[in-house]
């Protein structure tokens, strides 16, 4: 028979068949022995954000393509199109690991870091005597407090909390109030005892916290909050070149810091002895079950 098509020839039987044929399955796309063709274009891939593979037997493989370079084939999960390991994702993931350190939190401790030798060269400029110096050392002393206020605020709220965030916030805070205190015990204007009670317990605190960090954490007081409070207070009034009342004030206000940081850090040390304690005695307690 000539001049029918082979389309036409298949008639009714041809579409039954192709009525017949499971759901979704790829229909055969001209290779060689009838095989199914299951590979997709690139650019075919591009275009729909899923490619989809051939393994042996025929069964595809997809995978998304979206957010990913590399390809999904048999055994190469995780692997580039030419079976290499994509190590993107790693350094990808680093890369914001690494970033995610500079954020406002750490901006901010870092901005109190920087403002400590400023500090100190605006305090002692001029012999330290000169009221307008004084002044901007003041303001220096007083941002950089400020910052502290709002620093582990803000990481705590907004999932901010970094490892180098909880070395460096420390270090800043008793940075600033020590670099402080000695300029002033320097210049004659506080007692050098007073400056040895209060870095000596900032100090010992800070040490305290670390030999009993393996039995849990000491949490802050707020008779901590209210001495760091007040020590700022203090210190800022003596920073700044006051007379008359001001400076009888200024003086029984560190009266009131002095007390309160030794108050606190007795405080501080009975915590610590009832948390190794507590510490102590769970760990016997669980040896001893552990054997029975």
């Given at each position: 028979?000539?001049?029918?098509?082979?389309?036409?020839?298949?008639?009714?039987?041809?579409?039954?068949?192709?009525?017949?044929?499971?759901?979704?399955?790829?229909?055969?796309?001209?290779?060689?022995?009838?095989?199914?063709?299951?590979?997709?274009?690139?650019?075919?891939?591009?275009?729909?954000?899923?490619?989809?593979?051939?393994?042996?037997?025929?069964?595809?493989?997809?995978?998304?393509?979206?957010?990913?370079?590399?390809?999904?084939v048999p055994g190469g999960e995780g692997r580039d199109g030419d079976g290499h390991p994509a190590r993107g994702r790693k350094i990808a993931a680093a890369?914001?690991?690494?970033?995610?350190?500079?954020?406002?939190?750490?901006?901010?401790?870092?901005?109190?870091?920087?403002?400590?030798?400023?500090?100190?060269?605006?305090?002692?400029?001029?012999?330290?005597?000169?009221?307008?110096?004084?002044?901007?050392?003041?303001?220096?002393?007083?941002?950089?407090?400020?910052?502290?206020?709002?620093?582990?605020?803000?990481?705590?709220?907004?999932?901010?909390?970094?490892?180098?965030?909880?070395?460096?916030?420390?270090?800043?805070?008793?940075?600033?109030?020590?670099?402080?205190?000695?300029?002033?015990?320097?210049?004659?204007?506080?007692?050098?005892?007073?400056?040895?009670?209060?870095?000596?317990?900032?100090?010992?605190?800070?040490?305290?916290?670390?030999?009993?960090?393996?039995?849990?954490?000491?949490?802050?007081?707020?008779?901590?909050?209210?001495?760091?409070?007040?020590?700022?207070?203090?210190?800022?009034?003596?920073?700044?070149?006051?007379?008359?009342?001001?400076?009888?004030?200024?003086?029984?206000?560190?009266?009131?810091?002095?007390?309160?940081?030794?108050?606190?850090?007795?405080?501080?040390?009975?915590?610590?002895?009832?948390?190794?304690?507590?510490?102590?005695?769970?760990?016997?307690?669980?040896?001893?079950?552990?054997?029975?």
């Amino acid at each position: 028979m000539t001049g029918v098509p082979a389309s036409a020839a298949g008639g009714s039987s041809g579409a039954r068949r192709a009525a017949a044929s499971p759901a979704g399955r790829p229909r055969p796309g001209g290779t060689p022995g009838g095989e199914a063709s299951w590979a997709r274009t690139p650019a075919s891939a591009s275009a729909t954000g899923s490619t989809a593979g051939s393994v042996p037997g025929g069964v595809p493989v997809t995978g998304s393509t979206s957010n990913s370079d590399s390809h999904d084939v048999p055994g190469g999960e995780g692997r580039d199109g030419d079976g290499h390991p994509a190590r993107g994702r790693k350094i990808a993931a680093a890369a914001v690991d690494q970033a995610s350190v500079w954020n406002i939190a750490n901006l901010l401790t870092m901005l109190r870091l920087v403002l400590v030798p400023g500090f100190v060269a605006l305090m002692l400029a001029d012999g330290g005597d000169d009221p307008a110096w004084r002044s901007f050392a003041w303001a220096a002393f007083a941002v950089a407090m400020i910052t502290d206020l709002f620093d582990g605020h803000l990481a705590r709220t907004y999932n901010l909390v970094t490892d180098f965030g909880k070395i460096a916030d420390p270090i800043a805070d008793k940075a600033i109030m020590g670099a402080a205190l000695i300029c002033l015990s320097v210049l004659g204007d506080l007692p050098w005892w007073v400056t040895g009670i209060i870095l000596g317990r900032e100090l010992g605190i800070t040490l305290l916290r670390f030999l009993v960090i393996r039995y849990g954490v000491i949490p802050a007081s707020r008779g901590g909050k209210l001495k760091t409070l007040t020590q700022g207070v203090a210190v800022g009034m003596y920073v700044l070149a006051l007379t008359g009342w001001l400076a009888t004030l200024r003086f029984w206000v560190m009266a009131a810091a002095v007390v309160l940081t030794v108050a606190t850090g007795l405080d501080y040390v009975r915590q610590a002895i009832v948390l190794r304690r507590q510490g102590i005695a769970e760990r016997k307690a669980a040896s001893e079950e552990t054997r029975s």
